[in-house]
């Protein structure tokens, strides 16, 4: 009986409850609302898309590319060559919002490890670090002196056997060896002409492989007998017979005649190491979470 009257004589809560929501959707208020939404959501977007497709070239930009051209070119450029610059640069900004629009600029290394470097390069420290004083850059050489000791020197002569003639080169030049250590003369030996020159004197390793490229030559040259024929030696040229004739072996350069590249070499040291410290300070603002390991 009080269920029946309760249907009769008054609303249940939820059919109250849903004519308060139909009242609430009735409301012009909330219409207006949802319909500025709407539209403050469309021209936000069309701003977005309006913004992507404008391509603003400012004298700032302009006077950049001209300094870019003149670096390059070492000359200014003329206005030809200025507006080709600049249309230039507007077909690569197009393509780089293109390829930002389709995501190509996620999960690409290169262009991750471009950004790390600008960022990098933005957080090192660009003080000029401090000068030393003669003392601090004496101990400073002396812990390196390796690094700056006069390197091997080898004078030698050398006879030269062509791979582009018939027959084995490194087997003719095998046999002159022989003859040689057997007392045979140098120009008695079946050796060919060199395109080069056939002596050098107070040559490097470093060189050596400037003359001679990566070869077992150029690496074997400091090692060789003195005053002994020795090899074949291989190079990019063909097969070598050696005869140093003198070597000077290596040594630590004084301080005195090194003493402006030390200076050069540690300010440059203590820049490195300011930089990898300022690199060190942005990284630790990041917790790194390693999820691969246990």
């Known amino acids: 009986m009080a269920e029946q009257t309760t249907q009769a004589g008054g609303a249940t809560p939820g ?18 609302f949802v319909a500025g939404l709407l539209l403050f959501l469309a021209g936000q977007a069309w701003r977005d898309a309006n913004d992507r497709r404008t391509i603003t070239v ?24 200025l507006e080709d ?5 507007v077909r690569e900004e197009a393509m780089v919002r293109e390829g930002q629009a389709m995501g190509f600029d996620r999960d690409d290394e290169v262009v991750r490890r471009r ?18 004083d003669e003392a601090e850059l004496r101990a400073w050489f002396d ?50 002409p060199y395109p080069e020159q056939s002596r050098y004197a107070a040559l490097t390793a470093t060189e050596a492989r400037r003359l ?16 002994a024929w020795s090899g074949p030696y291989r190079s990019g040229y063909g097969w070598h017979l050696v005869y140093v004739t003198d070597r000077a072996p290596a040594g630590r350069a004084p301080f005195e005649t090194v ?14 190491q300011a930089n990898a410290k300022a690199v060190a300070r942005l990284v630790g603002r990041y917790r790194v979470v390693r999820e691969d390991r246990p």
């Open 15 to 32: 059919s109250a409850r849903g004519g308060r929501v139909r009242r609430i959707l009735r409301e012009p208020l909330l219409h207006f």
């Open 58 to 81: 400012t004298p700032q930009r302009v006077a950049a590319l001209a300094q870019t051209y003149r670096l390059q070119f070492g000359a200014p450029p003329s206005p030809r060559q």
């Open 85 to 89: 610059a600049v249309d230039a640069w």
């Open 115 to 132: 950004i790390a470097q600008k960022v990098e390069f933005l957080y090192q420290d660009r003080s000029l670090p401090k000068p030393p």
């Open 143 to 192: 812990a390196r002196a390796a690094r700056y000791a006069a390197p091997v020197r080898t004078s030698f002569n050398h006879l030269y056997f062509s791979p582009d003639r018939p027959g084995d080169a490194g087997a003719r030049a095998q046999a002159a060896l022989t003859a040689l250590i057997g007392g045979a003369p140098p120009d008695a030996v079946d050796a060919d």
């Open 212 to 227: 001679f490229g990566d070869t077992e030559l150029a690496a074997r040259i400091d090692g060789a007998p003195v005053r």
């Open 259 to 272: 003493q402006a590249q030390v200076l050069q070499d540690y300010l440059a040291d203590t820049q490195a």
